[in-house]
């Protein structure tokens, strides 16, 4: 009998979106971890995502950075904590002597815990004396930041979670909730599952998989968000829709408003957003009829070179129908990062001082100073991030430290990001994998702990603050970004950073949060109540709200603006600073996939993660292609005025003629040259400084390649001699798509140099065609598949998710190796298809073969039969579509 005793699970927080899931991790005693929702935490409620429920197969240490390094004579090299600390602080310090405190810079992120971001602020704003700290939530939400500040005088997200349960309507706008919320998403779903009369609108030029539950879609043309918001404002007021004893009493500039929004009649806003006018006529007499409707928006409103203004133009149609604060209603930011919100806690924007207080407001600044005992305060705003790789380039700001974030392929003009740091004196980087492309531009190298080996709080989108636990050793010299910074410090000379874990930090946090607001307005942001706990209460606590006891605010028509009063802001309705034109004719937009996450450094390592989506692609309408010379499943080039990326053309059928959309993950560890942020325009927005991520300029182009080829393989490969390749983990290998030019003399002799086997008694099997130009290759080690290669003039090759299951097998059979040479499985039904289902790895062919069987007519029914769409329901609008397509052999020829 086995009597070992069962760990118990270490209740932690999903290091992925916003919506701040509670995770159970379980360690066992061969070194995995058992993760499970945690349905204790109101979050999710014991539900997790994909990504989420594949956190324990991201945990290894393959391309971990296990310790600090530095760059001699061009060459990284290992080096000890004293030394690489030494390199830091006495680059900064010598830096700060010589050209004075804004010639460094702090570039931070989301994803750094509460106590990380409060001890970096500390120590640029108030010891070094500058607000050069940026952070990657510059790039999501802060445009939501200035829209709150100048509608509430604070940034507040006023609901909660449980608003999407009262309300009647949900407004998604901007956001594929489905795919990059999808915890959240389920659980409107099943609200429309259980009141069919619940009504889900969703606001986006893409028709994505948030759209397939929707009662009405809105397909705007991009950028004209303001016109739609401005035209339902002034339409609440001329349809008597105006709470007009709540707007007296609680709001003021509703005139303004309305003098700019009057223009924007239904036919002018169906006109500017390229929509029917019934439509638009609809969605208006919907939210005037319906007083519980909670507006959701997120990365398609925030994204753009008039971001604040859209965030504005929503909250203004909450104000004027004095729906704000109330159960089932009103405005609500979704945040895209786990702890974006902690971050504008602690005031991580350059822009901002710690604990919600104003930077350009001298008693706030007199009070945090005072606080601290700082020898000095930063007294005016730093650079934003765009601005800040600016002036990096320029020579202005001579030192960054970069913690936690990929810059050379998240920001805009991302190829810019890298001249900027080939020019800049001293490089630093923080991080906790060893290859990115940030990190091979880096002079200091500092391995940081990762998710379940650090410590700490976030913050989700409803200001729940939660634990992040460790429940992983520290590994290698790897250590806490609070740590570093505050030996950095005292290496420095400065006092006020002997903090003796997260506990210390969290409480110093929440009293300043408590302390007074130098006779200024009110701020709502305070953690009273949690600014005595000891570590152990720290240790232990469960999630809460701020302020405590609070799930809603400005309930009371009390806002943080001086007189009390909200502001309605006039927003004037402007198209992107860059428009198309005949050169640069289709408008691109970036975002996310189902899957994946950021630049992939995490989700990439999970197999499962991968077989959704396994290359970057350019969706975009047949037409357009058709004009552009490309064809679907084909490569094509991509270019904007900034700089270009190749990929993949497909028609998913959600786009209309003149735009194409691009996902943002593939980098120059996973693609040859699939950095979309090196084609992403500049362009900010001129109040929050956010980027224009969902509109630029761009020109499809043909790639032209001779031959189309893909590879699974055990073994890692150098494929930098090829034309184009991009790579994602498998279960048990990695897989290669290629694409290369020129004639191959030797098909067999090239495949087996490119392998790298050089035995020539290998077992090798293949197949060649010469006057198709085909060829197939598979190496088998003890009978065991161990590489195959496949190669066409054409990109219409064998199933990759039949040949994946192979390496799964033992010794292979003679009908699998038959299979082989013919490019297709020789036994029915063994070919899943595309993955549809990651949580149980269900493939597109499994789903349609189960449908046409079965007879199946319903989503539930498909789950029943094949468990697709039974844990985190995100792949249920796709199930949907499969359903409603009723054509179950269609097989996708491009890869699956």
Not at 234 to 246: I, K, P, T
Not at 448 to 464: C, I
Request: hydrophobic share 40%; proline share 5%.
């Amino acid at each position: 009998m086995n009597l070992t005793p069962i760990p118990p699970a270490v209740h932690t927080t999903c290091p992925y979106c916003g919506v701040g899931c509670g995770v159970k991790a379980t360690p066992a005693a061969d070194g995995s971890v058992a993760i499970a929702g945690d349905d204790s935490h109101s979050a999710n409620r014991g539900r997790l995502c994909v990504k989420g429920s594949a956190l324990g197969e991201t945990l290894d240490l393959d391309g971990r950075l296990l310790h600090p390094q530095i760059r001699e004579n061009g060459v990284l090299r290992q080096a000890d904590w004293n030394e690489a600390l030494d390199r830091v602080a006495g680059g900064f310090k010598r830096i700060i002597d010589e050209h004075g405190a804004d010639a460094v810079a702090l570039y931070v992120s989301g994803q750094l815990l509460t106590e990380d971001y409060y001890v970096a602020n500390k120590l640029m704003k108030g010891y070094i004396g500058s607000a050069n700290i940026d952070t990657n939530s510059r790039l999501c939400m802060s445009s939501s930041v200035a829209g709150h500040k100048r509608a509430f005088g604070e940034d507040i997200v006023p609901g909660c979670y449980e608003d999407f349960e009262l309300a009647d309507m949900v407004v998604l706008a901007g956001s594929n909730a489905a795919w990059c919320h999808p915890i959240l998403f389920q659980r409107i779903a099943r609200i429309k599952e259980a009141r069919p009369d619940f009504k889900i609108v969703v606001i986006d030029p893409r028709r994505t998989a948030t759209c397939e539950g929707a009662d009405l879609h809105l397909a705007i043309k991009p950028g004209t968000d303001v016109w739609l918001f401005n035209g339902l404002l002034s339409f609440l007021a001329r349809e008597g829709a105006v709470d007009a004893a709540y707007v007296d009493a609680h709001t003021s500039g509703l005139r303004a408003a309305l003098d700019s929004a009057d223009a924007c009649d239904p036919h002018t806003v169906a006109k500017a957003c390229r929509i029917d006018v019934a439509k638009v006529l609809e969605f208006y007499r919907w939210f005037a009829a319906t007083a519980n409707t909670v507006t959701a928006y997120s990365q398609g409103v925030n994204q753009s070179s008039s971001g604040t203004d859209k965030v504005n133009a929503i909250i203004n149609c909450h104000l004027i129908t004095g729906r704000i604060g109330k159960p089932g209603m009103g405005p609500f930011s979704l945040t895209g990062q786990p702890n974006a919100m902690g971050g504008r806690e602690v005031g991580g924007l350059a822009n901002m001082l710690a604990a919600h207080m104003e930077l350009d407001h001298a008693a706030h600044r007199a009070t945090v100073q005072q606080f601290w005992n700082s020898p000095a305060i930063a007294d005016k705003p730093g650079l934003k991030a765009v601005d800040l790789f600016r002036d990096i380039e320029a020579g202005k700001v001579k030192a960054v430290w970069i913690i936690a974030t990929n810059p050379l392929v998240s920001l805009p003009d991302a190829d810019q990001v890298r001249r900027a740091l080939a020019r800049c004196e001293l490089v630093v980087v923080s991080d906790i994998a060893a290859g990115t492309d940030t990190n091979a531009c880096a002079d200091v190298l500092l391995p940081a702990l990762g998710w379940g080996e650090k410590d700490g709080t976030v913050t989700n989108s409803e200001r729940t603050i939660s634990r992040q636990r460790a429940f992983l050793p520290a590994p290698g010299e790897a250590r806490a970004d609070w740590k570093v910074l505050c030996q950095v410090a005292q290496k420095m000379g400065f006092s006020g950073f002997d903090f003796d874990g997260p506990a210390a930090i969290f409480q110093e946090h929440a009293r300043l949060s408590m302390h007074d607001n130098g006779g200024a307005a009110t701020r709502l942001f305070n953690l009273a109540g949690l600014e005595s706990m000891d570590a152990q209460q720290y240790d232990t606590l469960s999630p809460v709200q701020w302020p405590l006891q609070q799930a809603r605010l400005f309930g009371d028509g009390v806002f943080a603006q001086a007189d009390g009063k909200a502001r309605f802001i006039a927003t004037v309705p402007r198209l992107p600073v860059n428009p198309v034109d005949d050169d640069y004719p289709l408008s691109l937009n970036t975002g996310r996939v189902r899957d994946q996450w950021h630049t992939m450094t995490r989700t990439g390592k999970a197999a499962r993660l991968g077989g959704h989506t396994a290359e970057s692609f350019i969706d975009m309408h047949p037409q357009d292609a058709l004009l552009s010379g490309v064809r679907e499943g084909e490569l094509a080039r991509v270019s904007s005025r900034w700089g270009a990326m190749v990929a993949r053309v497909q028609h998913g059928g959600g786009i209309a003629r003149g735009g194409i959309f691009i996902p943002i993950h593939w980098n120059g560890q996973t693609a040859s040259d699939a950095r979309v942020g090196a084609v992403v325009n500049p362009v900010v927005d001129p109040v929050s400084g956010e980027p224009e991520f969902k509109h630029t300029p761009v020109k499809v182009e043909p790639f032209g390649v001779s031959w189309h080829g893909f590879i699974l393989s055990r073994e890692e490969l150098d494929l930098d001699a090829i034309a184009h390749w991009t790579k994602i983990r498998g279960a048990s290998f990695t897989r290669y798509e290629l694409a290369g030019r020129g004639a191959i003399a030797d098909h067999a002799a090239w495949a087996r140099q490119l392998l790298g086997i050089e035995d020539a008694d290998a077992d090798w099997i293949d197949f060649e065609d010469r006057s198709g130009n085909l060829y197939r290759g598979v190496h088998l080690v003890d009978g065991r598949i161990d590489q195959c290669l496949f190669m066409s003039p054409r990109p219409d090759l064998p199933s990759r998710a039949w040949l994946s299951s192979l390496f799964g097998q033992g010794e292979l059979s003679p009908l699998d190796r038959a299979g082989l040479l013919s490019g297709q499985a020789l036994t029915p039904g063994v070919d899943a298809g595309p993955t549809v289902c990651s949580c149980f790895g269900v493939g597109k062919n499994t789903i349609c073969d189960a449908i046409e069987r079965e007879k199946l007519t319903t989503v539930a029914a498909v789950t029943a039969c094949v468990k697709a769409g039974g844990n985190c329901g995100s792949c249920v609008p796709e199930i949907r579509q499969l359903l409603q397509q009723g054509d179950w052999h269609r097989r996708v020829p491009v890869p699956s």
